[in-house]
């Protein structure tokens, strides 16, 4: 039995009649006839009374094989109507890999209007620092990573990337701070603060570093802290002063539990996002709508 002949069968039992049959499927009722003399040889059985056998009246063979024909062609349509949907990306799965930051106060945004306008698609989701999430996409062990750096461009032989956005680290005190109520303080003042380290791992620390170094400062460090959200609660108890994604503490602002500080003279510290994915990805079904709508909204920038 082949799919085209059980769809040949359905519609002559659906029209009791092969020339209606022949009508609908556009072949001529010889073809008709020719499917259903192979598919009795195949089965080695008669499906059709012979007499008035145009009419299309079943035998009890044939009345067996409708029941589950009928079956079939539904299960095949129903997988056909699955699989486009899945081309058309609204099922299927997206690996994505980001960082904590991102994943916190930019990702929850973003795939809201995902998951909108594709509901069916299942995202999985990680969260690490760069140098992980690249070699997560170098494994093929995620889709796509949101990678953070400091320039505006990424270069990697291997992978291809997008910049998606921007948005700037500021300088965060407790109000408790003797800064605090400084409008603008000078890199001397700032040096001789303890800073609390977030990011170490990441290009993140290296980033505040180098800005510091080029002006001819060291930074003190009191204590290195891998969760944002810990290097919050201890600014907030001042602990420690810390340069932190300015969109990371818009709650705390909001409250009056944490400040910012602007230095004389110090160039803004900008983070850019880009995403990465392999260079040879197939970009097909939610893959493609996911690239699509990241390079179409360009969802965020500070």
């Given at each position: 039995m082949?799919?085209?002949?059980?769809?040949?069968?359905?519609?002559?039992?659906k029209?009791?009649n092969?020339?209606?049959?022949?009508?609908?499927l556009?072949?001529?009722?010889?073809?008709?006839?020719?499917h259903?003399?192979s598919?009795?040889?195949?089965?080695?059985?008669?499906l059709f009374?012979?007499?008035?056998?145009?009419?299309?009246?079943?035998?009890?063979?044939?009345?067996?094989?409708?029941?589950?024909?009928?079956?079939?062609?539904?299960?095949?349509?129903?997988?056909?109507?699955?699989?486009?949907?899945?081309?058309?990306?609204?099922?299927?799965?997206l690996?994505?890999?980001?960082?904590?930051?991102?994943?916190?106060w930019?990702?929850?945004?973003?795939?809201?209007s995902?998951?909108?306008?594709?509901?069916?698609?299942?995202?999985?989701?990680?969260?690490?620092f760069?140098?992980?999430?690249?070699?997560?996409v170098?494994?093929?062990?995620?889709?796509?990573?949101?990678?953070?750096?400091?320039?505006?461009?990424?270069?990697?032989?291997?992978?291809?990337?997008e910049?998606?956005?921007?948005?700037p680290?500021?300088?965060?005190?407790?109000?408790?701070?003797?800064?605090?109520?400084?409008k603008?303080v000078?890199i001397?003042?700032?040096?001789?603060?303890?800073?609390?380290v977030?990011?170490k791992?990441?290009?993140?620390?290296?980033?505040i570093?180098?800005?510091?170094?080029?002006?001819g400062?060291?930074?003190?460090?009191?204590?290195e802290?891998?969760?944002?959200?810990?290097?919050?609660?201890?600014?907030?108890?001042?602990?420690?002063?810390?340069i932190?994604?300015l969109?990371?503490?818009?709650?705390?602002l909001?409250?009056?539990?944490?400040?910012?500080?602007?230095?004389?003279?110090?160039?803004q510290?900008?983070?850019?996002?880009?995403?990465v994915?392999?260079?040879?990805?197939?970009?097909?079904?939610?893959?493609?709508?996911?690239l699509?709508f990241?390079?179409e909204?360009?969802?965020?920038s500070?």
């Amino acid at each position: 039995m082949d799919i085209k002949q059980l769809e040949v069968f359905n519609t002559i039992c659906k029209h009791k009649n092969f020339s209606s049959a022949a009508k609908e499927l556009f072949i001529s009722q010889p073809t008709v006839s020719s499917h259903i003399k192979s598919l009795e040889e195949n089965l080695g059985l008669q499906l059709f009374n012979r007499k008035n056998k145009a009419m299309g009246n079943l035998t009890d063979a044939g009345k067996i094989l409708y029941q589950y024909s009928t079956q079939i062609l539904s299960l095949v349509h129903e997988a056909e109507a699955s699989l486009d949907h899945y081309k058309q990306g609204n099922f299927g799965a997206l690996s994505l890999a980001t960082s904590h930051t991102f994943c916190n106060w930019f990702l929850p945004n973003i795939l809201e209007s995902f998951k909108q306008k594709y509901p069916s698609v299942e995202i999985v989701l990680h969260t690490d620092f760069t140098p992980k999430m690249v070699n997560m996409v170098e494994n093929r062990e995620v889709h796509f990573a949101i990678a953070r750096t400091n320039s505006p461009t990424y270069t990697d032989n291997d992978l291809h990337s997008e910049l998606i956005g921007q948005d700037p680290s500021v300088l965060v005190v407790s109000p408790q701070h003797h800064l605090a109520d400084s409008k603008k303080v000078t890199i001397d003042e700032i040096i001789k603060e303890q800073f609390i380290v977030f990011g170490k791992k990441s290009s993140y620390w290296p980033q505040i570093n180098n800005l510091f170094a080029n002006e001819g400062h060291e930074l003190k460090t009191s204590m290195e802290l891998n969760d944002i959200n810990a290097v919050k609660k201890m600014i907030e108890i001042n602990m420690g002063i810390a340069i932190l994604p300015l969109i990371s503490i818009q709650d705390e602002l909001e409250k009056g539990t944490l400040i910012t500080i602007s230095v004389k003279g110090f160039p803004q510290m900008i983070r850019y996002s880009h995403l990465v994915y392999q260079k040879d990805l197939i970009i097909t079904g939610p893959i493609e709508n996911f690239l699509q709508f990241i390079q179409e909204t360009k969802p965020f920038s500070l």
